[in-house]
């Protein structure tokens, strides 16, 4: 039977929790102005609802995440790859300061030192800085053991 995908309920597997505790890239997927796709690397924090991320305010993408619909995917590095994939509607609030989130994220990428210097400096580069919440409508698991792309699975006969 093919792997049931689309339920934001696959954010309490194992798999898709190890990948939002992870210090994996997230890759946001956006359409810009003229309706061509962009992709960005970007820390997130999981708050156990949304993904937030936190950008300068002068960051290009600022013009156009407020109500998009965006894409996300956190990977694994190392086989069998793990790969969550997340789609949702993206909303952007100006906040005064350094983002909390990101300064949670710059802990859990650097450590607690290092991710409090990392939000130190940045603090003397802006005033403010934008706070980027993706709400997940739909989430996909691809683990390659035992959920993997529907085309696969079809080939496989699962």
Not at 142 to 151: C, Q, T, V, Y
């Given at each position: 039977m093919p792997t049931q995908?689309?339920?934001v309920e696959l954010l309490n597997d194992p798999v898709a929790q190890q990948l939002l505790q992870s210090t994996n890239l997230a890759k946001l997927a956006y359409n810009w102005t003229d309706g061509s796709p962009r992709v960005v690397p970007i820390w997130f924090q999981w708050n156990g609802r949304e993904i937030v991320m936190g950008t300068p305010t002068e960051a290009p993408k600022v013009k156009v995440l407020d109500n998009a619909k965006v894409a996300l995917t956190i990977d694994s590095t190392t086989w069998p790859y793990k790969v969550l994939?997340?789609?949702?509607v993206s909303t952007v609030q100006i906040v005064e300061g350094v983002v909390p989130e990101y300064a949670s994220a710059a802990e859990r990428y650097f450590g607690e030192e290092g991710g409090k210097d990392w939000v130190k400096n940045v603090k003397g580069m802006v005033s403010q800085m934008a706070r980027v919440v993706v709400t997940p409508n739909w989430v996909a698991i691809?683990?390659?053991?035992?959920?993997?792309?529907?085309?696969l699975e079809k080939a496989m006969g699962m």
């Open positions: 995908q689309g339920s994939i997340i789609r949702g691809l683990d390659f053991e035992k959920r993997f792309p529907s085309a």
